[in-house]
């Protein structure tokens, strides 16, 4: 079973560990990385530039949880000390006055921005060249392709992408890594390029469940690592498995892995009930077009307007299909978004978390789609946690991910029930309960 | 009584009027708008910098609803054809590469960019220059000094301003003019540099409240102009009298101005109603610096870690402060904004409107501050639609402008109820009713 275990590098909570006991030190990480990628990013073309010399000298330096944390970062995010150009041709050799929060943040935590990593164009769906580390003929994903692959080729062992549709679940499972999709806000998009504002979500990628807590709650300042689900127990708890009213669209190896992504939580003490989708969460994934459209003219209303013709064709009939939407249709859209919220928070009265499909089925075999998000888009619109899970199955060497979905707000848990999850496919079957 | 009838200019409709029959075309109307600039602002200092020959050119040829308008943008905004520098050194001379949204759909819309006016750094509290054309020795008020200013003085028709606090409404009570903040997200923020994520609301200031339907509906493609009170009767409509739980602070002139207004809705056919603050609101106002510090630290997290000595005392103050809220201490005040919303949506089941102060009361006599945002932090927190009506009352020669609240989402009717009180205002007191 190909997964997260081939990572041919340290994860996020062995590099912390060495350096916080003086084994290692935040130089010797960042160079090691920088290693890594040397090695293994000709084939993969994960990264778009790497940080000058100065910054990782600086970052050599740092102190903090993230120390010696080299990290990549989605080339939709702002950096200050290089240069940021979402992909398109229009931003060639932008170069930003500061850091986005997100970017910041994490140096203030003391983690080292190795470089950017490639984004299809303003985190749409024009693919980028890279390639997926399990198989190089497919898709890693999109639209944070560079930052799934980065993680899943190794090299490094953190990274920022971004979600409007499935940015950040969906090349999660297609490369085989864990990644978090948190509440709507919690980690701010500020200096990020906005595609849809009221979609638009900042996400994180790591080899583990465990490492994403980790570095989410050194971030943030939160304690995102602990609440109710104890690492060895998983009684008490009351998991949903989701069927959605698109769930014809998923591959039968996918529902399988959620199946044994549901047995391993029961053998493990939890309570499985089955949650049909209710119409009104039906309705408020068939407003996710409209939403995304309508903003994303608004949005990016002058690149649209000076530099149609610049735009990749995938990009530019969305932007063109968007300029059709009268704000009535987008009112009504919002509409729908609104009822879903509540009716997800509904939901969560009976159980504790969800779990579903994080893609349709494998990564498709091909460098000219990055795949359907038609599994992601749903939580995205209605702002709930999501966590994807590695490692639970794979077809023909290809990663399939699950996703676990907690209530608005209820990141700590998601995170929670997702490293258990993780674990007891780590664990021999003798101590699943 | 001195007010917005003192405006040497003419005002929107009176542009666009001309400019659609013919008897003016748009590159005249910009010569206007520039020669009036080079006349007035050595005494006002509201503009920074005038948008180069060739962008005004390309406009003199624009067609659309608001050809022929010039526009002054708070130096907020970001601007493809001139330096935008968000009030600090720490962006001197910064050029970005797009429009801001709002200024791209007012390009769309035919309109003039015709500069970028002052703002306070960050559209925070320190002061800019800028002085209130009604009394060059008191503030404009601010954050969005330069645009309440430039169109008090005449210089545009139209102006763009932000408000987390109270930085469009208060300046343009203190300076005598028309303005809009409307519902939360209804006018894109993209482009705009962020203070407070979840406070941040785009506005518009014009002479005239008829203006500002005018323009809101031509830059957004919505109606927004019309809904339910007719211009020549106020019948039908219930308006609140608005009591807050801060109520004391206001000056008694100020209170006179709002009385007034009910005095004028009332003769023209409203019932009039009192409405105590629920304690809800109450709560929410107190919220809300703890929402605007928390976020505030990390919108500005670049510029607070790399540039703290560069920024203004009170800017520094503010962060400084942020920097020590918990993020259990921010989702508690998260919480009672979501309530407080809540609770302003339940006002307007016995209301169509409020009536409120739109400041404490006239301009105070200094340039060393802006003015307190007291009386509009409340509905920027909720995100309800604003419209300031100015003319009603003045104090030596200051004017006094009274806010119309309406529920979320029906920025048309809070327009349409202030025009009517602004024509009442101008009415002979025969056709008040």
């Given at each position: 079973?190909?997964?997260?275990?081939?990572?041919?590098?340290?994860?996020?909570?062995?590099?912390?560990?060495?350096?916080?006991?003086?084994?290692?030190?935040?130089?010797?990480?960042?160079?090691?990385?920088?290693?890594?990628?040397?090695?293994?990013?000709?084939?993969?073309?994960?990264?778009?530039?790497?940080?000058p010399?100065?910054?990782?000298?600086?970052?050599?330096?740092?102190?903090?949880?993230?120390?010696?944390?080299?990290?990549?970062?989605?080339d939709?995010?702002?950096?200050?000390?290089?240069?940021?150009?979402?992909?398109?041709?229009?931003?060639?050799?932008?170069?930003?006055?500061?850091?986005?929060?997100?970017?910041?943040?994490?140096?203030?935590?003391?983690?080292?921005?190795?470089?950017?990593?490639?984004?299809t164009?303003?985190?749409?769906?024009?693919?980028?060249?890279?390639?997926?580390?399990?198989?190089?003929?497919?898709?890693?994903?999109?639209?944070?392709?560079?930052?799934?692959?980065?993680?899943?080729?190794?090299?490094?062992p953190?990274?920022?992408?971004?979600?409007?549709?499935?940015?950040?679940?969906?090349?999660?499972?297609?490369?085989?890594?864990?990644?978090?999709?948190?509440?709507?806000?919690?980690?701010?998009?500020?200096?990020m390029?906005?595609?849809?504002?009221?979609?638009?979500?900042?996400?994180?990628?790591?080899?583990?469940?465990?490492?994403?807590?980790?570095?989410?709650?050194?971030?943030?300042g939160?304690?995102?690592?602990?609440?109710?689900?104890?690492?060895?127990?998983?009684?008490?708890?009351?998991?949903?498995?989701?069927?959605?009213?698109?769930?014809?669209?998923?591959?039968?190896?996918?529902?399988?892995?959620?199946?044994?992504?549901?047995?391993?939580?029961?053998?493990?003490?939890?309570?499985?009930?089955?949650?049909?989708?209710?119409?009104?969460?039906?309705?408020?994934r068939?407003?996710?077009?409209?939403?995304?459209?309508?903003?994303?003219?608004?949005?990016?209303?002058?690149?649209?307007?000076n530099h149609?013709?610049?735009?990749?064709?995938?990009?530019?009939?969305?932007?063109?299909q968007?300029?059709?939407?009268?704000?009535?249709?987008?009112?009504?859209?919002?509409?729908?978004?609104?009822?879903?919220?509540k009716?997800?928070?509904?939901?969560?009265?009976?159980?504790?978390?969800?779990?579903?499909?994080?893609?349709?089925?494998?990564?498709?075999l091909?460098?000219?789609?990055?795949?359907?998000?038609?599994?992601?888009?749903?939580?995205?619109?209605?702002?709930?946690?999501?966590?994807?899970?590695?490692?639970?199955?794979?077809?023909?060497?290809?990663?399939?991910?699950?996703?676990?979905?907690?209530?608005?707000?209820?990141?700590?848990?998601?995170?929670?029930?997702?490293?258990?999850?993780?674990?007891?496919?780590?664990?021999?079957?003798?101590?699943?309960?």
């Amino acid at each position: 079973m190909p997964d997260r275990h081939d990572v041919p590098a340290p994860r996020l909570a062995t590099i912390v560990a060495a350096v916080a006991q003086g084994r290692s030190n935040p130089a010797a990480e960042i160079a090691a990385a920088r290693a890594r990628v040397a090695a293994g990013d000709a084939a993969i073309g994960a990264f778009l530039r790497l940080a000058p010399e100065e910054s990782l000298a600086a970052a050599g330096a740092a102190t903090g949880p993230l120390a010696g944390v080299a990290v990549g970062v989605k080339d939709i995010y702002d950096t200050r000390d290089m240069a940021t150009e979402h992909g398109s041709p229009v931003y060639r050799d932008h170069r930003p006055v500061a850091d986005a929060s997100l970017v910041s943040m994490a140096r203030l935590a003391g983690a080292a921005i190795l470089g950017k990593t490639t984004t299809t164009e303003f985190a749409s769906l024009d693919p980028t060249p890279t390639r997926n580390p399990r198989n190089l003929a497919h898709t890693p994903g999109g639209s944070s392709s560079g930052s799934a692959a980065a993680v899943a080729a190794g090299m490094v062992p953190l990274a920022f992408g971004s979600q409007t549709g499935g940015s950040v679940i969906r090349p999660a499972s297609f490369c085989g890594v864990a990644a978090f999709k948190p509440s709507f806000r919690l980690l701010p998009t500020i200096g990020m390029k906005t595609f849809s504002y009221t979609l638009d979500t900042a996400g994180l990628f790591a080899a583990t469940v465990a490492d994403l807590a980790f570095a989410a709650s050194a971030i943030t300042g939160r304690d995102l690592s602990g609440e109710r689900v104890r690492d060895d127990d998983a009684s008490g708890l009351t998991v949903g498995v989701y069927r959605s009213a698109v769930d014809d669209a998923v591959e039968p190896m996918m529902h399988d892995a959620v199946a044994e992504a549901a047995r391993l939580l029961e053998a493990s003490g939890a309570r499985l009930v089955t949650v049909e989708e209710p119409g009104a969460l039906a309705e408020a994934r068939d407003a996710h077009g409209t939403v995304q459209g309508y903003e994303a003219v608004l949005d990016l209303s002058d690149e649209f307007r000076n530099h149609r013709q610049r735009l990749g064709p995938k990009l530019g009939a969305i932007l063109d299909q968007g300029a059709t939407i009268a704000p009535a249709a987008y009112d009504e859209a919002r509409r729908a978004a609104r009822i879903g919220r509540k009716a997800a928070s509904a939901l969560f009265e009976t159980v504790d978390v969800l779990i579903a499909p994080s893609a349709l089925g494998p990564a498709p075999l091909t460098l000219e789609s990055t795949g359907d998000a038609l599994m992601n888009k749903l939580w995205t619109l209605t702002g709930n946690p999501v966590v994807n899970v590695a490692g639970i199955a794979s077809a023909a060497g290809l990663p399939l991910g699950v996703s676990v979905v907690a209530r608005f707000g209820r990141d700590a848990l998601a995170l929670s029930v997702a490293t258990r999850l993780e674990r007891l496919i780590d664990a021999p079957i003798s101590q699943q309960k």
